[in-house]
Nanobody, 121 residues
Framework: QVQLVESGGGLVQPGGSLRLSCAASGSIARINAMGWDRQAPGKERELVATITSGDNTNYTDCVKGRFTISRDNAKKTVYLQMNSLKPEDTAVYYC???????????????WGQGTQVIVYS
């Protein structure tokens, strides 16, 4: 079984920063891409950032230059450093991982339970 556990969400004022972490655990043979989605109230879930096993990154346009995704493969952890936060960044943030478990035939996607980020003025 695989678990992805996020942490680091909270309340912050506009212009502030937060760092989200997500640790994967379980019988994981290899993790390919990892990333972060978010879902704001009344809106569809959107992709925020992804990072490949080779550290290639991709961001949705509205967070470019403000958010940075990184990963620690030894810790099976992905991070999202969020700077210059705006009220429109308010959402539940979900980490995801594309991985293969020991004994499994192929890769699958897994998601965490989410962590709330609220940017208020």
């Amino acid at each position: 079984q695989v678990q992805l556990v996020e942490s680091g969400g909270g309340l912050v004022q506009p212009g502030g920063s937060l760092r989200l972490s997500c640790a994967a655990s379980g019988s994981i043979a290899r993790i390919n891409a990892m990333g972060w989605d978010r879902q704001a109230p009344g809106k569809e879930r959107e992709l925020v950032a992804t990072i490949t096993s080779g550290d290639n990154t991709n961001y949705t346009d509205c967070v470019k230059g403000r958010f940075t995704i990184s990963r620690d493969n030894a810790k099976k952890t992905v991070y999202l450093q969020m700077n210059s936060l705006k009220p429109e960044d308010t959402a539940v943030y979900y980490c995801n991982a594309h991985l293969i478990m020991y004994g499994s035939r192929g890769y699958a996607n897994y998601w965490g339970q989410g962590t709330q980020v609220i940017v208020y003025s």
